[in-house]
């Protein structure tokens, strides 16, 4: 078979290593790639959402399954521009529709799909510019914090949680009245604040039967001991100790379940994966968003547990045997440390030549924003190198993560020494 990956980043490197592994696998394509996927396949410099472009290049190299990583294409109808064209609709697409894809391009879309389905989620209510005024009401009706949440995709910053009445008030205006993010926030969903500790669960589904992969926890603030600003993800461990096997089984019945049969009750055709933001309060879980995609950083830490043939899974996926597929998963322990440019997330260093990759004794480095200038690797992006490392428990996997970070060098480079140490 002959692949494509769309997707440039941590995600994508760790699907291109897993894929380039299958003996099923004859040539790999990813666009646009970076400077570490080049190993695994060719890279093709064409955009996640430049559909024709893609259309071109699926034709030209033959390809006969796309797996779409980032949630932007999705939700843009890359699947459904497939499926309208005489020509690419036998090419099976991974990741849903643009209808399924609301799952995460609408956080008032899921919130409805949740409560029509009984999936356990925090009490909301959706408002517009017309019903600001109930809005402001309301906030003050829900206790502290109030979560407010910008209807729209918005880079991952469309969260806010305000810890008095007034400034939630304040945010709610600012969202609706003054397009805070932009046509994100003309509708913005207010929910209660949930106390507990988060996971995030990944589903495989062909539409009719899934599997779960392995769960996983990711790091988002930028300093250690989660201070300081929310970035896109500063590393991820998998396992995590308290998802147990009690605690799986409520996700499964009260969370999983309910949201695969949900799609097929409601007519939403949906073949991709599932990403599955719960909170644990007190044992019990509450589903905080869904994402129409891995995640990343976890996506770097699920890869490697996963002992099976990834292309027959998603063969599965394509052709709706989901369900004749074997998943197995390692009962080891991964560990990703995110590398990030100097000043991320805010404004970032660029084009800073990375040294020493060679010198890494036992972890997989997937790159993310890094690009090749001549023999040169450079930083491109925020989030620069994600460095994952399976051992057979979870403090060796994050010694050895750490020690292999600092064994590469770049101007301004930086990590957290502490992810996953909470789990300890
Ligand atoms: P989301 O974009 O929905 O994942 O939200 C971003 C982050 O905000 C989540 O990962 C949580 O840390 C936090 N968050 C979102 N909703 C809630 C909630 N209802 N209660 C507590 N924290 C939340």
Known sequence: MNILILGSGGRESAFAWKIAQSPKCDKLFIAPGNAGTGQYGTNVNIKVTDFEGIKKLVLSEGINLVLVGPEEPLVKGVHDFFLADADLKHVPVIGPQAEGAQLEGSKDFSKQFMERNNVPTAASKTFTKDTLQEGLEYVASIGLPVVLKADGLAAGKGV???????????????????????????????????????????????????????????????????????????????????????????????????????????????????????????????????????????????????SSDFVDLLTGVAEGSLNEKELTISDKVAATVFMVAGGYPGEYLKDKVITGIENVRDSKVFHGGTYLDGDDIKTSGGRVLAISSLQDNMFEALQQATADASRIYYDGMYFRRDIGFDLL
């Not at 930028?222 to 998802?243: H, K």
Request: proline fraction near 5%; include cysteine; glycine fraction near 10%.
């Open 160 to 306: 806010l949680i305000c810890s008095t009445v007034e400034e939630a008030r304040h945010e709610l205006n600012e969202m609706l009245t003054e397009a805070k993010f932009g046509d994100a926030s003309s509708r913005v969903v207010v929910e209660q604040f949930l106390q507990g500790i988060e996971l995030s669960v990944f589903v495989m589904t062909d539409g009719t039967s899934y599997k779960i992969l392995p769960e996983a926890k990711d790091y988002k603030r930028i300093g250690e001991g989660d201070t300081g600003l929310n970035t896109g993800g500063m590393g991820s461990v998998s396992p995590v100790p308290f998802a147990d096997a009690a605690f799986m089984q409520k996700v499964e019945e009260r969370v999983i379940i309910p949201t695969v049969e949900g799609l097929k009750k409601e007519n939403i055709p949906y073949k991709g994966f599932i990403f599955i933001g719960l909170m644990n309060c007190d044992g019990e879980p509450w589903v905080i968003e869904y994402n129409c995609r891995m995640g990343d950083p976890e996506t770097e830490s699920v890869m490697p547990r996963i």
